[in-house]
């Protein structure tokens, strides 16, 4: 089938990254794919080496010349434009239009995965748009997993890799890629206590680290920008990893290491309910859950000694939710046949 993505990039490229995954995803599977983007600057960096069965498009601002795919997906409620709404109320065989919406472990998302919302007014009244949530848990809509994602970590060599970063020993390493999290002094401290090295992803991860005076003996190495397989290897090779937002917090529960996850914070404090919900499927336990409060401002910044045996607790919490997540179908894996169905 022929599949359009429309995106819109909101602050931290973020919707972009999974919109990526999920057309590359497409793609590898043989579907054909244009994604359509108000700022596709950040693939220069993120997906340099392009995908073979897919295009990547500026925002439109009028229907495609040859028509509209098979399906249009509208991420996270990005509104398609006025010209592709008036364009799904021609024809007789409308597009599939799925809302791709953002991931949460909240009860919500399995009573409304895959409901229909049948359009009543506007140029695309009589129209019916399907909201597809992600999610942890079955009868959702599942996770990105592309299909070789498991061969390629079982051949990773993580000391290899740590090599070609310049990390020259065993001893604890730790990957930061966060917003500016008041726990942040409290944990770079840590890290220099346990003799450890800090690998630090560039843009608000770096400015906050450099905007702090580091703590004396603490081993820093600042990352480049890299691609998103090249993401997935960072979190492979360390030994806990920060991560924040939706795509890398998915990346990081498939590196199966211990991990602290910065949810993007709401106005409303929305984002307090949408943690608590994760942890509690996570079945975190309590050290990874203050750990938790304090990362996300929910707690006196106080962070406990990263001991071996404090990340062992972390690791295999982690790699339990990892296998039951291996147990379910992936997110494209549910999606093509839930749109074929449709068509």
């Given at each position: 089938?022929?599949?359009?993505i429309?995106?819109?990039?909101?602050?931290?490229?973020?919707?972009?990254?999974?919109?990526?995954?999920?057309?590359?995803?497409?793609?590898?599977?043989?579907?054909?794919?244009?994604?359509?983007?108000?700022?596709?600057?950040?693939?220069?960096?993120?997906?340099?080496?392009?995908q073979?069965?897919?295009?990547?498009?500026?925002?439109p601002?009028?229907?495609?010349?040859?028509?509209?795919?098979?399906v249009?997906?509208?991420?996270?409620?990005?509104?398609?434009?006025?010209?592709?709404?008036?364009?799904?109320?021609?024809g007789?065989?409308?597009?599939?239009?799925?809302?791709?919406?953002?991931l949460s472990?909240?009860?919500y998302?399995?009573?409304?995965?895959?409901?229909?919302?049948?359009?009543?007014?506007?140029?695309?009244?009589?129209?019916?748009?399907?909201?597809?949530?992600?999610?942890?848990t079955?009868?959702?809509?599942?996770l990105?997993?592309?299909?070789?994602?498991?061969?390629?970590?079982?051949?990773?060599?993580?000391?290899?890799?740590?090599?070609?970063?310049?990390?020259?020993?065993?001893?604890?390493?730790?990957?930061?890629?966060?917003?500016?999290?008041?726990?942040?002094?409290?944990?770079?401290?840590?890290?220099?206590?346990?003799?450890?090295?800090?690998?630090?992803?560039?843009?608000?991860?770096a400015?906050?680290?450099?905007?702090?005076?580091?703590?004396?003996?603490?081993?820093?190495?600042?990352?480049?920008?890299?691609?998103?397989?090249?993401?997935?290897?960072?979190?492979?090779?360390?030994?806990?990893?920060g991560?924040?937002?939706?795509?890398?917090l998915?990346?990081?529960?498939?590196?199966?290491?211990?991990?602290?996850?910065?949810?993007y914070?709401?106005d409303?404090?929305?984002?307090?309910?949408?943690?608590?919900?994760?942890?509690?499927?996570l079945?975190?336990?309590?050290?990874?859950?203050?750990?938790?409060?304090?990362w996300?401002?929910?707690?006196?910044?106080?962070?406990?000694?990263?001991?071996?045996?404090?990340?062992?607790?972390?690791?295999?919490?982690?790699?339990?939710?990892?296998?039951?997540?291996?147990?379910?179908?992936?997110?494209?894996?549910?999606?093509?046949?839930?749109?074929?169905?449709?068509?």
């Amino acid at each position: 089938m022929k599949w359009d993505i429309l995106c819109r990039v909101i602050d931290n490229h973020g919707d972009l990254g999974v919109c990526w995954r999920l057309a590359a995803d497409l793609a590898q599977r043989g579907e054909q794919v244009r994604l359509w983007c108000d700022d596709a600057s950040a693939l220069a960096w993120m997906a340099p080496q392009g995908q073979a069965g897919m295009q990547v498009h500026p925002w439109p601002d009028a229907a495609p010349r040859d028509g509209l795919g098979a399906v249009v997906v509208e991420a996270f409620g990005c509104e398609p434009p006025a010209a592709w709404l008036e364009a799904f109320g021609q024809g007789d065989r409308p597009p599939v239009w799925v809302n791709l919406e953002y991931l949460s472990a909240e009860a919500y998302v399995a009573r409304c995965h895959a409901l229909p919302s049948p359009l009543m007014s506007g140029p695309a009244a009589g129209r019916t748009r399907w909201f597809y949530y992600p999610g942890f848990t079955p009868g959702t809509g599942g996770l990105l997993r592309e299909a070789d994602l498991l061969r390629r970590q079982a051949d990773f060599d993580a000391q290899a890799w740590r090599r070609q970063q310049g990390v020259v020993d065993d001893g604890l390493v730790v990957s930061l890629f966060c917003y500016e999290p008041a726990a942040l002094p409290a944990l770079l401290q840590r890290v220099a206590e346990a003799g450890g090295q800090l690998l630090v992803t560039p843009g608000r991860a770096a400015a906050a680290v450099r905007a702090l005076p580091l703590p004396a003996g603490l081993r820093t190495h600042w990352l480049p920008p890299r691609p998103q397989p090249a993401f997935d290897a960072l979190l492979w090779g360390c030994d806990l990893n920060g991560v924040r937002g939706e795509d890398s917090l998915v990346r990081a529960l498939w590196a199966g290491q211990p991990f602290v996850w910065q949810i993007y914070p709401q106005d409303d404090g929305a984002h307090h309910e949408k943690l608590q919900a994760f942890l509690d499927w996570l079945q975190a336990p309590p050290s990874l859950r203050a750990f938790h409060a304090a990362w996300n401002g929910l707690a006196a910044p106080d962070l406990p000694p990263l001991v071996p045996a404090l990340l062992d607790e972390w690791r295999a919490c982690v790699q339990s939710a990892r296998q039951s997540l291996l147990a379910q179908p992936d997110l494209v894996g549910q999606l093509i046949p839930f749109v074929t169905e449709r068509r």
